[in-house]
């Protein structure tokens, strides 16, 4: 898990969030699924399992989207007063903008992990 040895090579994370590439080699390798990482890169090798993105990003994005969404339908209820079905819109509409938005901060993140060559912390022995 170490960093690109020819950064300028690696593609960006946003870039690696957004169309699903890898954040060595830029290959569109790294979903297996809607927001499940694949295993490793099958084009260079790099082991995604060895990156820890964990579940941050879903809560994160949950709260935030939800948030959005209930705004929408409020304003959507006071200005046009929709029969109730019509509400029933922004249960797919908030699903699959929190499984997009969750791919894309997953991939971005674990792109920003790749290239920073983080890790988990350690403290030293040798310190006082």
Same mark, same amino acid.
């Given at each position: ?15 690696? %969030?957004?169309? /699903?590439?890898?954040? #060595? ?10 927001? #499940? ?5 099958? +084009?260079? /090798? =790099? ?14 994005? $949950?709260?935030?989207?939800? $948030? ?14 929709? &029969? *109730? *079905? !019509?509400?029933?819109?922004? !249960? &797919? !509409? $908030? $699903? %699959? ?11 971005? =993140? =674990? +792109? =920003?992990?790749?290239?920073? +060559?983080?890790?988990? %912390? ?5 310190? &006082?």
């Amino acid at each position: 898990m170490s960093a690109p040895p020819d950064a300028a090579a690696a593609p960006a994370p946003v870039q690696v %969030g957004l169309k /699903g590439l890898c954040p #060595r080699c830029g290959a569109p390798t790294l979903f297996d699924g809607w927001a #499940r990482f694949a295993e490793q890169c099958p +084009a260079c /090798g =790099l082991d995604y399992s060895a990156f820890n993105v964990g579940d941050g990003p879903a809560a994160f994005l $949950t709260l935030i989207l939800g $948030t959005i969404v209930v705004a929408a339908a409020i304003t959507l209820e006071l200005a046009a007063h929709p &029969p *109730w *079905w !019509v509400h029933l819109v922004w !249960v &797919p !509409v $908030t $699903t %699959g903008a929190v499984v997009l938005a969750l791919r894309a901060s997953k991939g971005v =993140l =674990l +792109a =920003l992990e790749y290239r920073n +060559a983080a890790q988990e %912390g350690r403290i030293s022995q040798d310190q &006082p």
